[in-house]
Antibody, heavy 117, light 108 residues
């Protein structure tokens, strides 16, 4: 069974930086895109963008362009979602998911990020 | 960016009834790359339907998707207690994907 495993919950202060991770099976790493999705109670699911781990090609939603950064570490088969300066409005649960022609079919368990002073 | 509008916002039904959820796109969805997800609190979203009408692996036959172009439907033929959740449509036919705002399916 294919699994994406995300890093644990984070509690941060406004202005701090953060990098959360998504461990990806080797086959998925070289064959599929990895998408990131934000979930908040008020706005539901929001597609943030996708990255192709094999060559780091990436696309951002206009809503998230410049607000977050995607990256991968091929040696660790891991994808990352990063903020340089968190805001309270970044408080949410973030999911990574395998993305291909069959849609986003395998999801990580989610990482809850809380930003509060 | 393609905007997806789901209706109704909330649907109140009883177990055993039929549920019909709608998703309308602001422009035609390329290749009918339209997916439906089920989302329950504390869990990751679950892919139900891809390509507008193909059930994902392990999804019960009571879930079906239909539609093309700009109008899509998710039908749950006979509701089971575990089907009460929030449902989202998503288009993935262009370089930037989008979700609808969701339909909450609640027990009447």
């Amino acid at each position: 069974e294919v699994q994406l495993v995300q890093s644990g919950a984070e509690v941060k202060k406004p202005g701090e930086s953060l990098k959360i991770s998504c461990k990806i099976p080797r086959h998925t790493f070289t064959t599929y895109w990895i998408g990131w999705v934000r979930q908040t109670p008020g706005k539901g699911l929001e597609w943030m963008g996708i990255i192709f781990p094999a060559d780091s090609d990436m696309r951002y939603s206009p809503s998230f362009q410049g607000q977050v950064a995607f990256s991968v570490d091929r040696s660790k088969s891991t994808a990352y979602l990063q903020w340089s300066s968190l805001k309270a409005s970044d408080t949410a649960t973030y999911y990574c998911a395998r993305s291909g022609v069959l849609g986003m079919d395998v999801w990580g368990q989610g990482t809850t990020v809380t930003v509060s002073s | 960016e393609i905007v997806l509008t789901q209706s109704p916002g909330t649907l109140s039904l009883s177990p055993g009834e039929r549920a019909t959820l709608s998703c309308r796109a602001s422009q035609s969805v390329s290749g009918n790359y339209l997916a439906w997800f089920q989302h329950k609190p504390g869990l990751a979203p679950r892919l139900l339907i891809h390509g507008a009408s193909s059930r994902a692996t392990g999804i019960p036959e009571r879930f079906s998707g239909s539609g093309s172009g700009t109008d899509f439907i998710l039908t749950i033929s006979r509701l089971e207690p575990e089907d009460f959740a929030v449902y989202y449509c998503q288009q993935y036919g262009v370089s930037t994907y989008t979700f609808g705002q969701g339909t909450k399916l609640e027990i009447k």
